[in-house]
């Protein structure tokens, strides 16, 4: 029983992680709350749902969904968002709305009804005597290369030292002549295609329907409002939120377990964002 | 002098109209009485969450109403469908049962929908004397003078799916799980009386929030729990796949019956929802030579257009036949008359042999299914005529 529910805490920190990362990135750099994350994810989802139909290995609905993604993104930065930035308030209109009119797009087109993708791994495997999900456990450690990754690029390449330089002090970094406009760009459009990624990656999870993006976009969004912009605080605040999501559910039930991560990360905000 | 003008022309006006209004009447009246059709309104949740399902229900009432229509129709007036949109709740239902009622002069109202809708739907009908057919399976215990249900109970489809599971898959010991709504937790609780009435335990109860997706620690608390079987209703559509997809994929073997399944949902979801057992009063797989006939008029009607017909749209088809049935055998469409009349009807359509004459509720051929690995259901077996049970006392 412990280690199922150790494996349940952190393998439902790695999801939330997945989920929460693109929303994090364009809120670290361009101070904005993507609230069209949601729609995001469903464009990944039914990425997922198109490499099915067209019969091709599940695992291509990944780059499928990414390419999909930052192209949607750029457009949206490129014609609407732009012009928004002095106006952080309008953007949250700008993206909700961007939201309801991807929403409504996929529902012309696939309808309503649920959809199947195909998923890449449907086994359960044993570890240390427990048998589990071997899908969730694969999360888990997709959560942590891509962690690394992201990571990585901040720290290590051009672009992520450029982009830290934003997120510090944009004023500045645009003074030293770093081309800001092109950081948000290439922000927005990595942090869409990172939550179209997240949606592709939820389908064997969950059902595929157009509005599947909605709770999770929740969550996420808890998870950033409390991590800020650091990528290891969102690392914790998905283990301390989650975490305390799965024990809730597990000693309580999950009605009081959906409110956790709310109520905790309304407490949290009230004393402090987390840090390490 | 102006004044009088008017005066003159108003007076013309008026005899005009008076002429032209006397030799309408008669017109008019032979219209009403004989060749005007009987409006059948369709309140229905063509936007909302019924959306996915209003489309079918819509098809299955026009193609009983063109199948009645090519035969004659009715007293020799012919059938006509209003479908309207009454947005999945019970505003839009207010909106739609007026319209339907004083806008079209509905005749009667053969319908499918939400709990909430038919609750905020069905005074307005029985206020304006209006008979109402409702035609979706639901919690139970919705009563009223004019109110007919031709769909199924929780007392019709969840014991011979308890029972089932007991005798032949030997569960003893359960696990139940459903989504924290009236109608998961109202299946469950039926659920719940049955197992305990076959001698059975239930070692565990969970319920799932509404918009939550992920079942984990509800999975994790089956494991630890081990039952024989488990019993599950989720709502409709999606969270059958989302439980059934996190089942699988934790390993987890045991028997599975839900109350919340259906076709289209199970094939949506692929082979996500192998080996669950469901049990209802209609499948698209019926043997019977009634819904290879309604299904090949279905496919020719609407070809490429066409939704599947399921256990929430099949009972307007069978709605609309009793309707005129009972029409034609009254004589009337007087809304006490038939009161009377519609309880004696049977209609033998898809489904099986169908007649409210249970307190205004109908025994129902109930059949037991399995979802196979290509999602598609295969009926198992047949459990005969089961009674609704005591829905409406006070009604005969």
């Known amino acids: 029983m412990f280690t199922t529910q150790l494996l349940d805490v952190v393998t439902t920190a790695g999801v939330l992680y997945i989920v929460a990362l693109g929303l994090l990135i364009v809120y670290g750099v361009l101070k904005i709350i993507n609230l069209a994350h949601g729609a995001f994810l469903a464009v990944g989802a039914y990425a997922g749902v198109v490499t099915t139909r067209l019969g091709w290995n599940p695992w291509t609905a990944l780059l499928l969904a990414f390419v999909i993604g930052v192209a949607l993104a750029a457009l949206v930065e490129w014609r609407i968002l732009r012009g928004l930035y002095e106006r952080p308030l309008d953007t949250i209109l700008a993206t909700w709305g961007l939201n309801i009119i991807v929403v409504q797009l996929i529902t012309l087109y696939f309808g309503r009804e649920i959809h199947f993708a195909e998923s890449p791994i449907g086994r359960a495997v044993t570890v240390s005597g427990v048998t589990y999900s071997e899908y969730r456990l694969v999360l888990l450690a997709l959560a942590v290369v891509l962690g690394v990754v992201v990571w990585l690029v901040m720290q290590q390449t051009q672009i992520g030292i450029v982009a830290r330089a934003v997120i510090m002090n944009e004023e500045l970094a645009q003074a030293l002549g770093i081309n800001t406009r092109l950081v948000r760009f290439v922000t927005f459009c990595l942090g869409a295609g990172l939550a179209a990624l997240a949606g592709t990656l939820l389908t064997p999870l969950i059902s595929v329907h157009p509005n599947l993006g909605v709770p999770w976009l929740i969550n996420a969004f808890m998870l950033v409002l409390v991590a800020g912009v650091s990528l290891a605080n969102l690392a914790l605040a998905a283990l301390v939120l989650g975490g305390a999501q799965v024990l809730v559910s597990s000693y309580g039930n999950p009605v009081l377990g959906s409110l956790t991560i709310v109520i905790l990360a309304v407490i949290i905000l009230r004393f402090r964002t987390i840090t390490i | ?396």
């Not at chain 2, 009607?301 to 069978?318: I, Q, V």
Request: hydrophobic letters at 40%.
């Open chain 2, 1 to 396: 002098m102006r004044e009088r003008w008017t005066d003159h022309r108003a007076r013309s006006l008026a005899t005009l109209l008076v002429v032209l209004m006397t030799a309408m009447v008669p017109a008019g009246a032979v219209q009403s009485q004989d060749k005007k059709p009987i409006v059948i309104a369709v309140p229905v949740g063509l936007s909302g969450v019924n959306s996915v399902v209003a489309p079918a229900v819509v098809q299955s009432g026009e193609l009983a109403v063109e199948e009645i229509n090519a035969k004659g129709g009715v007293l020799g007036r012919k059938l006509q469908l209003v479908p309207l949109d009454d947005e999945s709740g019970p505003a839009g239902a207010v909106k739609a049962f007026n319209t339907a009622i004083h806008q079209h002069k509905a005749d009667t109202i053969i319908t499918m929908e939400t709990s909430a809708a038919r609750n905020a739907g069905a005074p307005i009908a029985e206020r304006a004397k209006t008979l109402f057919i409702y035609t979706s399976f639901y919690e139970g215990r919705a009563c009223g003078k004019t109110l007919f249900v031709n769909a199924w109970v929780p007392e019709q489809v969840v014991p011979p799916l308890v029972k089932f599971m007991t005798d032949e898959k030997k569960v003893k010991k359960w696990f139940a799980v459903g989504s924290d709504y009236a109608f998961g937790r109202g299946m469950i609780e039926a659920a719940k009386n049955t197992i305990k009435g076959a001698g059975g335990t239930i070692l565990g109860e969970e319920y799932q929030p509404l918009q939550q997706s992920d079942w984990t620690t509800i999975i994790s608390k089956i494991r630890a729990a081990n039952p024989d079987g488990i019993i599950y209703s989720t709502s409709g559509g999606g969270p059958n796949i989302d439980f059934m997809k996190q089942f699988k994929a934790a390993g987890l073997k045991m028997p599975v019956g839900s109350l919340s399944i259906d076709e289209l949902t199970a094939e949506a979801g692929g082979n996500a929802a192998e080996g669950v057992y469901y049990t209802g009063d209609y499948f698209t797989g019926l043997d019977n030579p009634e819904n290879k006939k309604f299904l090949d008029a279905m496919k020719k009607k609407f070809g490429a257009g066409l939704k599947t017909p399921n256990s929430l749209s099949e009972p307007e088809y069978d709605g609309v036949y009793a309707y005129a049935m009972a029409v034609e055998k009254a004589g009337t469409t007087d809304v006490d008359k038939l009161v009377q009349t519609l309880p004696t009807i049977v209609f033998k359509g898809p489904r099986g042999q169908v007649q409210m004459n249970k307190q205004h509720h109908a025994p129902l051929p109930v059949y037991l299914a399995q979802v196979q690995a290509d999602g598609k259901t295969k009926v198992l077996k047949s459990f005969g005529l089961v009674d609704p049970g005591n829905q409406c006392p006070n009604l005969k």
